[in-house]
């Protein structure tokens, strides 16, 4: 069975930070559009992923009058100085700057997905769960197709005058530009975090350590969970760390017992790398989010880049609905390859400054050294007398 859906003029594949935040600021203008997300929303709402967003993004989720969405168990400001030890010597990062008087934030992502959501719907907006088989059409004519098929197995179509593509780094939204269009940008770090979920609290909210074992980490994803980064050889498996393993090597590097170790619900092996994906535009095809670039997750961006994208692309939506005006939908791809390029910079940067400053037998004593140097200017000044050794 088939059914053909009424026009709208924006279809967004894709319920992440992205997508949703793209359709309430749309929503916002009374742009009518559909949301389309593969899975259900309970599996949505309750999925650990990031759990920071930059002052950037924060300024601009209330300048649309949407600061609502960032109420709810986050946990005080990101740009605060986050505790850092080096070989067991406290140290504090410097003070990110506030944008437009806002600070970032820790927020776990499934919480600002949950009251995105929430607010998307209790507006009016049409957002379809459990939407499968989600495939693009005609995106190079002025009257894009997307067909999808529901949880009761019916086929729909929508006719549309844009697609955003905001499906994540596997989704089908970027399959859909021609493989002699799609540049494929690359950088391999040479090693990988051991990423645990732990049932555990974190306090502070979040905290690092460079050691000679090898970087490790804790970030709040919510009131009673933590996620765990262990620094590890990119050939390491998942079972050549049971948990008694892991809170040895926390312990280890953090140069602390641990006093809480919860269960640890889930393991993964993460290699480092940075993905960038050019264009990220192609006819009525706009890409965003993980859909066009993947950043390494010392960063702590993904969210805040994905945020990012949504509103350029909106306010180029909003221009060419209202205005009839098409220059920024003609510039998004430049300025947001722009934008992604200097966070990359940036996470590069420090990416190899906290994993060179530690483990010598990676890129050597040298580069450890250069390293030690370079995260010097990124500490806050502390008194001898005020430096605590773990």
């Keep these: 069975m088939t059914e053909t859906g009424k026009d709208t003029a924006v279809v967004i594949v894709g319920g992440g930070v992205a997508g949703l935040a793209l359709g309430n600021f749309l929503l916002r203008k009374g742009i009518d559009c559909v949301v389309l997300e593969k899975y259900s929303r309970a599996y949505v709402e309750q999925r650990h992923r990031a759990g920071s967003l930059d002052a950037y993004g924060v300024s601009k989720l209330h300048e649309w009058g949407l600061g609502e969405v960032l109420e709810g168990p986050s946990h005080g400001a990101s740009g605060a ?10 140290r504090q990062w410097k003070r990110a700057g506030a944008v437009d008087g806002a600070d970032g934030v ?3 992502q499934r919480t600002l997905v949950r009251n995105l959501i929430k607010v998307f719907l209790r507006d009016g907006g049409d957002l379809r769960f459990e939407a499968e088989d989600v495939s693009l059409h005609d995106i190079d004519t002025e009257r894009p197709l997307v067909h999808h ?11 549309c005058d844009f697609v955003a593509g905001s499906d994540g780094y596997r989704g089908v939204s970027r399959t859909a530009v021609p493989a002699d269009v799609l540049t494929c ?3 391999e770090f040479g090693y990988a975090w051991l990423s645990v979920m732990a049932e555990v609290p974190a306090d502070p909210p979040a905290a690092m350590a460079v050691h000679s074992r090898g970087f490790a980490a804790r970030f709040t994803r919510g009131a009673d969970t933590s996620r765990l980064y262990l620094q590890c050889p990119l050939t390491d498996t998942v079972e050549q760390w049971p948990d008694e393993r892991i809170w040895k090597e926390w312990e280890a590097r953090f140069g602390e017992s641990v006093a809480l170790k919860g269960p640890i619900t889930s393991k993964q092996i993460v290699p480092l790398r940075g993905v960038v994906f050019s264009p990220m535009r192609y006819g009525k095809l706009y890409l965003l989010g993980d859909a066009a670039h993947l950043i390494c997750p010392m960063s702590a961006q993904g969210m805040s880049i994905a945020l990012h994208d949504a509103e350029v692309l909106a306010r180029a939506l909003v221009q ?4 009839h005006d098409c220059r920024l939908l003609d510039s998004y791809s430049d300025t947001c390859l722009n934008h992604t390029w200097g966070r990359q910079a940036s ?16 890129a050597g004593e040298f580069r450890k050294q250069i390293a030690r140097k370079n995260l010097e200017a990124l500490m806050e000044p502390v008194a001898a007398t005020d430096r605590v050794s773990a």
């Design 81 to 90: 100085g986050m505790p850092l030890l080096i070989d067991g010597e406290m």
């Design 106 to 108: 820790f927020c776990p």
């Design 149 to 159: 098929r529901d949880a009761d197995g019916v086929t729909h179509t929508v006719t």
């Design 185 to 187: 940008s690359t950088h």
């Design 320 to 323: 060419q609905v209202e205005e």
């Design 347 to 362: 996470a590069v940067w420090l990416t190899d400054a906290v994993h060179d400053a530690g483990d010598a037998s990676y």
